[in-house]
């Protein structure tokens, strides 16, 4: 992730079948008042003090951050339990298509 004073740019790696590709995407960063993600990330990257690696990692009940990567399970388990919240079907919920929506909307 490469964040500027008006945008970030993460960089996401892909690996299927042994064949690796990167793709870029590019958030500009909201006006003062709105929900921003960039805002977002920046603070959760300076409070779990990452540097490198996963973004989005398990925190334990003690606040500690995990060095791994969420699961899969875990991302599943997240979704609903936001779906639910919002009062959206969990049907047609699925964590891949979570994160292709999330890149092509971008």
Request: charged letters at 20%.
């Amino acid at each position: 992730v490469e964040i500027t004073p008006g945008s970030m740019t993460m960089r996401l790696h892909r690996a299927r079948g042994g064949h690796g590709s990167t793709r870029e995407i590019t958030v500009v960063r909201a006006m003062p008042g709105e929900l921003c993600a960039v805002l977002w990330l920046t603070a959760w990257l300076r409070a779990a003090n990452l540097t490198s690696g996963p973004i989005f990692r398990a925190v334990s009940r003690y606040g500690i951050v995990s060095a791994d990567r969420l699961s899969i399970q875990t991302v599943r388990i997240v979704m609903r339990r936001a779906a639910v919240r919002a009062g959206i079907s969990e049907i047609n919920l699925c964590p891949d298509g979570l994160r292709q929506s999330a890149g092509t909307g971008a």
